[in-house]
C-alpha cells in the first residue's frame, strides 16, 4: 500500500489564518485613507491637524469634547454647528462657535463612522523635521501617517512566524513518518509541491484566483477613471502667495488680479505691477513665518528697491506653475461662462471657496457640492474638469433670458416655436443644453 504524506490540517490553518490576516491588514490602510480623503475634502479648507488656522486644530479634538463632558455632541456640532450652539445644550459648542467670527459649514452629509475616520486620521499625523531648504509653501504643514509602516512591519512579522512554524511542523512530520516507515521524497522540488498542493486544495485555491481576480479588476477599474482627473491638484509656487489672505480677510475681489476673466478666453495671471499696487508699500508682514521674504521676491521680480524707493530697472519673470490644464482640443472661455451678459457663473462654481486656499488649487466636487444654493451654485457629481462634469452643468444649469440684449432677442426667437415653450413650461427653466450645449462643436471644433 502506498503511503503518501497528507496535507496536514494545521498547515491549512495556517495558511488560511495568514490570508485572512493578511487581508484585514491590507483593508486597514484604507479606513485610515478613507479619513485622510474625506479630511482634504470636508476640513482642509479650514482646519489643519496640527495648528489652528481658519477654524481650531482637529488633532485631540474627540478628546476636548469629552473633556467637556461632551463626548457624544461632537457629531452633533459637525453635521449642525449651528444649531448645537442655539440649542442651550451644549456649553462647549458655544464656547468653540466664539473662536471665530465666521460660522463652520455644517457637514450634514456626513456619517458618524466617517467623522470617526477623519479624526483617526488627523489624530494619526506627526510632524515631520522641517529640511533646510525647503520653501515656506511646502513646510505650511509636513506631516506623516507612520500607520502604514507599521502594518507592513506586522504582515512581515506574521509572514516570518506562520512560513516558521509551517519548517517545524514539517521537520517535525518527517519525524513521524520516519517512525511509522513510511518513505518521504525529500529532493521533490517546490515546484512539484505546489502543483500538488493546488491539485488538492483546488477549491481553495479557486477562491483565491476570484478573490484576486476581482479585487485587482476593481482597483484597475478605479485607476482607470481616475486617468485624467486632477481634483485636488496644487502645484508649488515660485512665491508663498495666500489666497486666504487676500480674497479672503482683505476681501480682494477676484477680478482684481485676474481682469480678463469676464472679456477673455483665459482669466489671467496677474502681472508683478499690480502686485506692486499694494506692495510698493507692503514691504513687511508677520502673516505667517517667511512671509516678509516672499514679499521680497515680488520686489526682486519688479527691480524695486524697498529701502531707497526706486525701481532699478533689474527685472525678473514670476514663473507660475498652471495649476487648471484643460487638453488641447477643448475649448473654453472664461468670458463666455464669467461675463454679466452671458454665463454670469459665480467663480465659486468651478473653482470651489477660494478665499480658503493658500496657493492656487484645483477644487473638488465635494467642497464646490457644499456651496450648493449659495450665489447660484448647484450640485454635480462628475470628477472636476472632466468632459461628464461639463455636460452635467450644461445639462443642470438654467439661463435668465432677460439679463441682457442678447438673451432677450434669443428668448424672441425661441418664442416661435411651440415645443420649444412646451418644454420650459414643463421645468420653468431653459438650460444650456437646450440653447445647443451639447453640440460637439462647442467646445470640440
Known sequence: MENKMKFHWTNRLGLVTFFTVLILLVSMP??????????????????????????????????????????????????????????????????????????MTAQGHLTNEEIDAILDYTDSVTPVVKKAGVSAAEQDEVVEDTSLIWIIVLIVVLGVVVFAARGVRKQLSYVVAEKEGVEIDVNKSVKTKLGEWILRNWKLTTIMFLVAAVTGGADLMKRGFEVGVYADYKPSQPINYSHKLHAGEMGIDCKYCHSSAEKSKHAGIPSVNVCMNCHENIVESDYRAGSTAEIAKIHEAAGYDSETKKYTGQTAPIVWNKAHNLPDHVFF???????????????????????????????TTEEINQ????????????PLLTMGWC????????????K???YKELHNRLGSRPDFLRKISEDDKVTVRELGGWECAKCHY
Open 391 to 402: 455636460l452635467e452643468c450644461h445639462n443642470e444649469k438654467s439661463v435668465d433670458l432677460t
Open 30 to 103: 484604507a479606513k485610515g485613507q478613507d479619513g485622510k480623503a474625506l479630511f482634504k475634502a470636508n476640513c482642509a479648507s479650514c482646519h489643519k491637524a496640527l495648528k489652528n488656522s481658519t477654524g481650531p486644530m482637529l488633532q485631540g479634538a474627540k478628546a476636548r469634547w469629552a473633556e467637556a463632558g461632551e463626548a457624544d455632541n461632537i457629531y452633533k456640532w459637525v453635521k449642525d454647528p449651528v444649531g448645537l450652539a442655539n440649542s442651550g445644550t451644549s456649553p462647549y459648542a458655544v464656547q468653540i462657535s466664539e473662536y471665530s467670527p465666521t460660522a
Open 371 to 382: 456651496l450648493a444654493g449659495t450665489d447660484g451654485i448647484i450640485p454635480l457629481t462628475k
Open 404 to 406: 441682457s440684449e442678447y
Open 333 to 363: 472661455s472664461h468670458a463666455q461662462h464669467v461675463s454679466t451678459n452671458t454665463g454670469n457663473i459665480d467663480c465659486k462654481q468651478c473653482h470651489g471657496n477660494v478665499p480658503t486656499y493658500g496657493l492656487g488649487r484645483v477644487s
